[in-house]
């Protein structure tokens, strides 16, 4: 079974900087996807940045672009994510996740993974 659990959460001025980790562990496929989410008070979970690690491609959300940079440590089975300039609409929840791949025919043939969360909170 995937596990996967986020720390490095917290409390921070706006424009300081934190680094989040996704401790991963259960694997047993060697090409997956990972990826960081955001859930805010209020409002819908949203993607912030994913990558890949078959090819280690990343892509971002517009709103983190240039800001945020993800990155894994292979050796820990660690994804992080290091987020500078944060600004108070950067407080949320962040869930690290390992969604599920798909056959050719759309059928889900592995589970999809979240963690539980950590909280960012960015004061003004």
């Known amino acids: 079974e995937v596990q996967l659990v986020e720390s490095g959460g917290g409390l921070v001025q706006s424009g300081g900087s934190l680094r989040l980790a996704c401790a991963a562990s259960?694997?047993?496929?060697?090409?997956?996807?990972i990826g960081w989410f955001r859930q805010a008070p209020g409002k819908e979970r949203e993607g912030v940045s994913c990558?890949?690690?078959?090819?280690?491609?990343?892509s971002y959300a517009d709103f983190v672009m240039g800001r945020f940079t993800i990155s894994s440590d292979n050796a820990k089975n660690t994804v992080y994510l290091q987020m500078n300039s944060l600004k108070p609409e950067d407080t949320a929840v962040y869930f690290c996740?390992?969604?599920?791949?798909?056959?050719?025919?759309?059928?889900?043939?592995?589970?999809?993974?979240w963690g539980q969360g950590t909280q960012v909170t960015v004061s003004a």
């Open positions: 996740r390992v969604p599920p791949k798909y056959d050719p025919k759309g059928t889900p043939t592995s589970g999809d993974y």
């Open positions: 259960g694997f047993t496929d060697d090409n997956y996807a």
């Open positions: 990558m890949s690690s078959w090819d280690n491609s990343t």
